[in-house]
């Protein structure tokens, strides 16, 4: 089983930057795939990002890509989601997710086992 817990959400300005990090307890962490989701209010949550278990593939949504970054970093058990260039259409609750074997649809909620709680990202106009 894996736990992960997200840290670094806040309040930025359009335009801003913010880093959240996820720490992964419980078995292997470098076997695991990762993602990032998000949920607005009133919405579904959607994908954003998503990284393989070698971090040789990532993944993203059309509406971050090349402003969102997802990396890992194995030795400390550890993903991150850099994110620049902020709008106020970034503002959700994002989530953390990880997955054990098979990657097969990483942009699915459906694909992940565990989730963690959440971490809120408010950016402003």
């Known amino acids: 089983q894996v736990l992960p817990v997200e840290s670094g959400g806040g309040l930025v300005q359009a335009g801003g930057s913010l880093r959240l990090s996820c720490a992964a307890s419980?078995?292997?962490?470098?076997?695991?795939?990762m993602g990032w989701f998000r949920q607005a209010p009133g919405k579904e949550r959607e994908f954003v990002a998503a990284i393989t278990w070698s971090g040789g593939y990532t993944y993203y949504s059309d509406s971050v890509k090349g402003r969102f970054t997802i990396s890992r970093d194995n030795a400390k058990n550890t993903v991150y989601l850099k994110m620049d260039s902020l709008k106020p259409e970034d503002t959700a609750v994002y989530y953390c997710?990880?997955?054990?074997?098979?990657?097969?649809?990483?942009?699915?909620?459906?694909?992940?086992?565990?989730w963690g709680r959440g971490t809120q990202v408010t950016v402003s106009s």
């Open positions: 997710a990880a997955r054990d074997g098979l990657f097969p649809s990483p942009q699915s909620p459906s694909t992940y086992e565990y």
């Open positions: 419980g078995r292997s962490f470098s076997s695991v795939h």
